[in-house]
């Protein structure tokens, strides 16, 4: 019987020796796993690892579940838990556009490298480049998070990036773009990541992706939240001491970074603007809750198995970095959500400022044009037998364009529902009213805008959007929302109610109801009516008058000026172009 439990004991000591070997490694960096393959591959993670656990999330579009994947030096898993003893958090994002897999490959090393040396099986000088995670940082990792899109593989996309040998599509089981959908949430697989972000609070946000564009010797570049967008003592922090500290880091490593090669139709050896991460992405999203968000980008023309490298070693740059400043992430962050539900005023638009930039070491290749073998016409190529370094501008500073002031309350009319969802998946604090009331508030109109004639991810956006302001006595029922502008989420807020805001839910036309004109009159029966009341208001008649005078298009059509009566009159609908979200100031 003892020799049996020895027996017994013996195995399993073996079985967690042993080292769980990914596809990648098996193919020598060629290869990238299904999505089934990976799960799986997680499973077998969780089971081996004490440090290491999985759960299903939200529901996908695909019918399977989101899972989130936890690793954690004391093996403890409550976020309630972890946050009390001061952890930070680190979220990391994988496959959002799953022809793009290196983060997908590069996070199941990085785990199995960090049980590795919880274990203390990869200490000492000789695994310096293995990623370690210290006490104090807490890995939250999505394996794939656009699902449909990983199980639709093929050889045949992103016809121009070098490896894997096969891998998903951009588009997921709708064929929406899941880096444009945080804030409209069209896709049950953002309203599963919404979920995660604000039951984790991270930190850090990573969303690893490969980019397109230009020809470079940088495998990792780097898109930063914008500092001046993030603002504050956040904005600063980043500008002035992490992101310079990032950079030094990945330069000690190999892999020299630079910003997002944010240059398209352009050749990048005269600098570009930094990529504009507006609500719309993840990193966007990010800072409207005051997280240090960023998106790794490898080089696409890159091999597999630098990018997968590169991808690794960025991570391990922020768990170490993380670490290192954890009491200073953690304060500023807080700092920030204090002074965000105080503020008085938020900026909702930038605008960029090339008077403003810093410059940077670019290792790029000399470009030129030859004879396009195709169209017989000039192409632009890339000359790499010609690299070049040298110091580029990059214009990184977006200065607030427009600013609003904040309002004590918005209200919003409970038949408004799927925007209310919306603010109830993001955690905002609001109250349905308790009886029908009555109350002053600030009331927008629209009165211009423009509307995208091609769709955008399911939805015609509009834009250029001009509002006036009026203060009105509006009755709202009971069951009515009131939303207090005094809580962390007041810049999520402002950023998609305010309807001028680029990503506003208006924007994204969740109010195009009020946009069309419900009620109308029949001409001939409305001529009376419209005369008999002309006759008893003589300043609208006056009005009429001096309008014909001023406008011959208008004195020359009767419709016209049937219809300027009815809109200046009591039975035309107050709720046409009245936008229905509204201030208690």
């Given at each position: 019987?003892?020799?049996?439990?020895?027996?017994?004991?013996?195995i399993m000591g073996v079985a967690h020796a042993q080292v769980i070997t990914t596809q990648f490694e098996r193919s020598g960096g060629t290869q990238s796993p299904d999505y089934l393959s990976i799960i799986d591959w997680w499973k077998k993670m969780d089971a081996a690892s004490p440090?290491?656990?999985?759960?299903?999330?939200?529901?996908?579009?695909?019918?399977?579940?989101?899972?989130?994947?936890?690793?954690?030096?004391?093996?403890?898993?409550?976020?309630?838990?972890?946050?009390?003893?001061?952890?930070?958090?680190?979220?990391?994002?994988?496959?959002?556009?799953?022809?793009?897999?290196?983060?997908?490959?590069?996070?199941?090393?990085?785990?199995?490298?960090?049980?590795?040396?919880?274990?203390?099986?990869?200490?000492?000088?000789?695994?310096?480049?293995?990623?370690?995670?210290?006490?104090?940082?807490?890995?939250?990792?999505?394996?794939?998070?656009?699902?449909?899109?990983?199980?639709?593989?093929?050889?045949?996309?992103?016809?121009?990036?070098?490896?894997?040998?096969?891998?998903?599509?951009?588009?997921?089981?709708?064929?929406?773009?899941?880096?444009?959908?945080?804030?409209?949430?069209?896709?049950?697989?953002?309203?599963?990541?919404?979920?995660?972000?604000?039951?984790?609070?991270?930190?850090?946000?990573?969303?690893?992706?490969?980019?397109?564009?230009?020809?470079?010797?940088?495998?990792?570049?780097?898109?930063?939240?914008?500092?001046?967008?993030?603002?504050?003592?956040?904005?600063?922090?980043?500008?002035?001491?992490?992101?310079?500290?990032?950079?030094?880091?990945?330069?000690?490593?190999?892999?020299?970074?630079?910003?997002?090669?944010?240059?398209?139709?352009?050749?990048?050896?005269?600098?570009?603007?930094?990529?504009?991460?507006?609500?719309?992405?993840?990193?966007?999203?990010?800072?409207?809750?005051?997280?240090?968000?960023?998106?790794?980008?490898?080089?696409?023309?890159?091999?597999?198995?630098?990018?997968?490298?590169?991808?690794?070693?960025?991570?391990?740059?922020?768990?170490?970095?993380?670490?290192?400043?954890?009491?200073?992430?953690?304060?500023?962050?807080?700092?920030?959500?204090?002074?965000?539900?105080?503020?008085?005023?938020?900026?909702?638009?930038?605008?960029?400022?090339?008077?403003?930039?810093?410059?940077?070491?670019?290792?790029?290749?000399?470009?030129?044009?030859?004879?396009?073998?195709?169209?017989?016409?000039?192409?632009?190529?890339?000359?790499?037998?010609?690299?070049?370094?040298?110091?580029?501008?990059?214009?990184?500073?977006?200065?607030?364009?427009?600013?609003?002031?904040?309002?004590?309350?918005?209200?919003?009319?409970?038949?408004?529902?799927?925007?209310?969802?919306?603010?109830?998946?993001?955690?905002?604090?609001?109250?349905?009213?308790?009886?029908?009331?009555?109350?002053?508030?600030?009331?927008?109109?629209?009165?211009?805008?423009?509307?995208?004639?091609?769709?955008?991810?399911?939805?015609?956006?509009?834009?250029?959007?001009?509002?006036?302001?009026?203060?009105?006595?509006?009755?709202?029922?009971?069951?009515?929302?009131?939303?207090?502008?005094?809580?962390?989420?007041?810049?999520?807020?402002?950023?998609?109610?305010?309807?001028?805001?680029?990503?506003?839910?208006?924007?994204?036309?969740?109010?195009?109801?009020?946009?069309?004109?419900?009620?109308?009159?029949?001409?001939?029966?409305?001529?009376?009516?419209?005369?008999?009341?002309?006759?008893?208001?003589?300043?609208?008649?006056?009005?009429?008058?001096?309008?014909?005078?001023?406008?011959?298009?208008?004195?020359?059509?009767?419709?016209?000026?049937?219809?300027?009566?009815?809109?200046?009159?009591?039975?035309?609908?107050?709720?046409?172009?009245?936008?229905?979200?509204?201030?208690?100031?």
């Amino acid at each position: 019987m003892k020799r049996s439990i020895l027996f017994f004991l013996f195995i399993m000591g073996v079985a967690h020796a042993q080292v769980i070997t990914t596809q990648f490694e098996r193919s020598g960096g060629t290869q990238s796993p299904d999505y089934l393959s990976i799960i799986d591959w997680w499973k077998k993670m969780d089971a081996a690892s004490p440090y290491i656990k999985m759960t299903e999330k939200g529901m996908t579009d695909t019918g399977y579940p989101l899972d989130l994947v936890l690793i954690s030096a004391d093996k403890d898993f409550d976020i309630v838990s972890l946050k009390k003893k001061k952890k930070a958090i680190i979220l990391i994002n994988n496959g959002i556009h799953p022809g793009e897999p290196d983060g997908i490959d590069a996070s199941m090393l990085l785990a199995r490298d960090i049980d590795q040396y919880l274990r203390g099986k990869n200490k000492g000088t000789d695994n310096t480049n293995k990623a370690q995670l210290p006490s104090n940082v807490v890995l939250a990792i999505i394996p794939v998070y656009n699902i449909g899109g990983c199980l639709n593989r093929s050889a045949n996309y992103r016809v121009d990036q070098n490896g894997p040998e096969e891998f998903g599509f951009r588009g997921n089981s709708q064929n929406l773009d899941l880096n444009r959908d945080m804030i409209k949430c069209d896709s049950k697989e953002a309203r599963a990541l919404v979920e995660i972000f604000h039951e984790l609070d991270p930190d850090i946000f990573l969303d690893n992706h490969v980019s397109d564009g230009a020809d470079y010797q940088h495998v990792m570049t780097l898109i930063t939240t914008q500092s001046n967008k993030l603002g504050g003592v956040m904005g600063e922090y980043l500008k002035n001491e992490m992101e310079p500290a990032l950079y030094r880091s990945m330069q000690s490593k190999g892999y020299p970074l630079v910003p997002y090669v944010n240059a398209f139709g352009d050749t990048p050896e005269t600098g570009w603007p930094e990529f504009w991460d507006s609500p719309r992405y993840t990193s966007g999203y990010g800072a409207l809750w005051s997280t240090f968000s960023f998106v790794p980008e490898t080089h696409m023309l890159k091999p597999y198995n630098k990018r997968v490298d590169a991808t690794y070693q960025m991570m391990s740059t922020f768990i170490d970095y993380t670490s290192t400043h954890n009491d200073k992430i953690r304060s500023l962050r807080k700092q920030t959500v204090e002074s965000n539900k105080t503020a008085t005023q938020f900026p909702y638009k930038w605008t960029l400022d090339k008077s403003v930039y810093k410059e940077i070491r670019f290792l790029g290749f000399t470009a030129g044009y030859k004879t396009s073998e195709v169209s017989g016409l000039p192409r632009l190529y890339y000359d790499r037998s010609k690299p070049f370094e040298k110091s580029v501008k990059i214009f990184n500073y977006y200065v607030p364009k427009e600013f609003v002031e904040k309002p004590k309350a918005y209200v919003i009319p409970q038949g408004w529902w799927k925007v209310i969802q919306l603010l109830k998946l993001n955690n905002v604090e609001m109250y349905p009213l308790k009886k029908d009331t009555t109350m002053e508030v600030e009331v927008y109109r629209i009165e211009e805008y423009q509307t995208f004639p091609r769709q955008y991810e399911m939805h015609h956006p509009n834009y250029d959007v001009k509002v006036s302001t009026t203060e009105l006595m509006i009755s709202f029922r009971k069951g009515d929302w009131y939303i207090p502008m005094n809580q962390a989420a007041n810049r999520y807020l402002v950023e998609t109610l305010e309807p001028r805001a680029e990503d506003s839910y208006f924007v994204w036309n969740f109010f195009d109801g009020i946009l069309g004109q419900k009620e109308g009159y029949s001409g001939y029966a409305f001529e009376d009516i419209a005369a008999e009341y002309l006759r008893n208001n003589k300043q609208l008649q006056t009005e009429m008058e001096n309008k014909r005078l001023t406008d011959t298009v208008f004195a020359k059509s009767a419709g016209a000026q049937l219809n300027y009566v009815y809109r200046n009159s009591p039975w035309f609908e107050p709720a046409y172009m009245r936008y229905p979200v509204y201030r208690l100031k």
